[in-house]
């Protein structure tokens, strides 16, 4: 007999199972009658009939799949979208619509997996069952299978590549993000009395330039850009300080929208660039069609600039903008430490000065011989700091 609590759990567990093999029953017998009804030519003999049922087929399949929690009857519901564009091309009898199965099958790549597309792939070739059974048209037919699947394959994995690279991407500016709270201002630096603590800031000074590459490399993947620059503002004008390219294939034009961002503190954006009318401000061995400038702003004043190009026209999209502002951010605190590190560096040299020219007042008490070491000591702390 079992416990009451387990009879009622069993009870739910074939109800559950009940439900799930008529949802299946139902997804695969209206997708099979369509198809049937397709090989009986009724798209042509009877299509008011046939366009109906393949209708209430689309609306069935469609509910079943997007109402699932993980998506279940996807290969039906794309088969049943399948079913009604073999059915209009049958019923207009347009042979050139046929070759339309490539560009879909790469489209829903993009959101389906290889396990999902490859079935998929396979049951494309049922629709046109009959012409296989032709002498004339089976070479042709195999021919178009075989190119189709092979499409299928070849896409499915070029899709699942990109998303593996975004997932990286995604994981990495996680990595970046976490970094960025450690080092934000909010956060206590330590006791700068020990030498110890002195020396981890000047390594971490010297990596400046490693760390801002890395970021760079990350923003490149994450909104699959050509290259990501940062530019700094150089005697009222700017320089490239960092490039996921070579530095020398980069040429600082002094005008167009860097310049203009820089001077304007505005970012820039644009998925249509003309090079003729409108400059990005620097050249590459690639043109420049699609854009994104942020300035780096430390409070007020504009310190540098994050550029984000790509040779693709309107490569980005709002949401790779806002990516690249949250970027941006990053640079500022990378920035901003690498300055406070560099204060530190010139208040420890001035201290060594001090130091230094102490020991020589403690061993005389005449004031001539104070004064020469003060003027002494004030001319080596004023040469420090140039």
């Known amino acids: 007999m079992g416990s009451p609590l387990r009879q009622v759990l069993q009870g739910r567990g074939d109800q559950k199972g009940k439900s799930f093999r008529l949802k299946r029953s139902i997804s695969l017998f209206f997708p099979v009658s369509t198809w049937l009804g ?8 009877k299509p008011g009939l046939w366009f109906s049922v393949s209708a209430v087929t689309i609306i069935i399949t469609s509910a079943l799949h997007f109402l699932a ?3 279940e009857f996807s290969i039906e519901f794309l088969f049943s979208l399948a079913l009604l564009y073999a059915g209009f091309s049958a019923a207009v009898n347009f042979t050139w619509l046929k070759p339309a199965y490539f560009p879909f099958i790469i489209f829903v790549s993009a959101f389906y997996s290889l396990k999902i597309i490859i ?9 046109e069952l009959r012409t296989f059974l032709v002498k004339e048209t089976f070479v042709g037919e195999i021919a178009f299978s075989f190119f189709l699947i092979l499409t299928a394959a070849t896409s499915s994995l070029i899709y699942r590549r990109l998303r593996n690279e975004k997932q990286k991407a995604v994981s990495e500016l996680e990595k970046i993000k976490s970094s960025a709270r450690e080092i934000s201002p909010e956060s206590e630096m330590g006791s700068l009395d020990s030498n110890e603590v002195i020396s981890h800031c000047f390594a971490a000074m010297l990596r400046t330039d490693e760390e801002i590459k890395e970021l760079l490399l990350t923003i490149r993947q994450a909104v699959l850009a050509d290259s990501a620059n940062l530019f700094v503002s150089y005697d009222n004008s700017y320089t490239l300080r960092c490039s996921t390219e070579d530095n020398s294939d980069i040429e600082i034009t002094g005008k167009g929208m860097v ?13 249509d660039l003309d090079e003729k009318a409108a400059e990005a401000g620097y050249t590459k061995n690639t043109k420049i069609s699609s854009l994104i400038v942020f300035p780096i702003m430390d409070g007020p004043v504009s310190i540098g600039l994050l550029t984000v190009d790509s040779s693709r026209y309107q490569a980005f999209s709002e949401t790779d903008k806002d990516t690249v502002q ?3 951010k990053q640079l500022v605190r990378i920035l901003e430490r690498e300055r406070i590190y560099m204060l530190i560096k010139r208040d420890v040299s001035v201290l060594k000065i001090l130091k230094d020219g102490s020991a020589n007042l403690a061993a005389s008490l005449d004031i ?3 004064a020469q070491s003060l003027c002494s000591v004030a001319e080596n702390i004023a040469g420090s700091q140039e």
């Open 326 to 328: 949250m970027f941006a």
């Open 38 to 45: 397709l090989l009986l030519n009724f798209p042509v003999t």
């Open 69 to 71: 929690k993980r998506r």
């Open 259 to 271: 310049s203009a961002s820089i001077r304007d503190k505005k970012p820039f954006f644009s998925g």
């Open 119 to 127: 079935p998929f792939s396979f049951l494309i070739p049922l629709l």
């Open 368 to 370: 001539n011989v104070i």
